[in-house]
């Protein structure tokens, strides 16, 4: 997997956690990255903000560390993160294109096409004021796809406070809304 799609991935985590599960128009929301690589542990921060149109533009600037964005426009994808710089045509590179539907669907509370994408189950419980989604793979995980997606809800007004990504080469990101 290349530099790009690795942090690609970590941006859709974040993204994820700013939806509702009452799909919101527009999202506009603070968020903290947390990512821990399953083999080494070595666990790395981020934090930033993220604004999303209700379609498919979506932006993610960092303040920590400041400078680094994600971007959706349409089928492009613009990523500068750890040094690196990439614009990637969603139509033309098959992992961006799931990492980028996956993303979307997510946030538009399309999580059953999510889990299609994905060759994946979708569970949905309710606890203690709490709604968990979970998307979990069901045997090989597509190219650039997820072994697991898990959104957290508030009943309460529908809010996503938490997102982990189970990346398929082990990457675990967590998304906390503040």
Known sequence: MTIEMKHFSLIIIALLFSTTVFAQNNIETDF??????????????????????????????????????????????????????????????????????????????????AATDNNAELTITEEKGIKTVSIVANGKVPKGGYKSVVLTYRLSDGKMTKMVLEEAIGAINTYNIE
């Open 32 to 113: 903290t990255q947390t990512k821990v690589m399953k083999v080494s542990g070595k666990t790395t921060e981020k934090a930033g903000h993220i604004i999303f149109d209700g379609n498919d533009h979506l932006t993610m600037t960092y303040t920590e560390p400041e400078g680094e964005y994600f971007i959706i426009e349409g089928n492009m994808v613009k990523i500068n993160m750890d040094g690196k710089k990439a614009e990637l045509d969603a139509n033309k590179v098959k992992m961006v294109g799931l990492q980028r539907s996956t993303l979307l669907n997510c946030l538009k509370d399309n999580w059953e096409q």
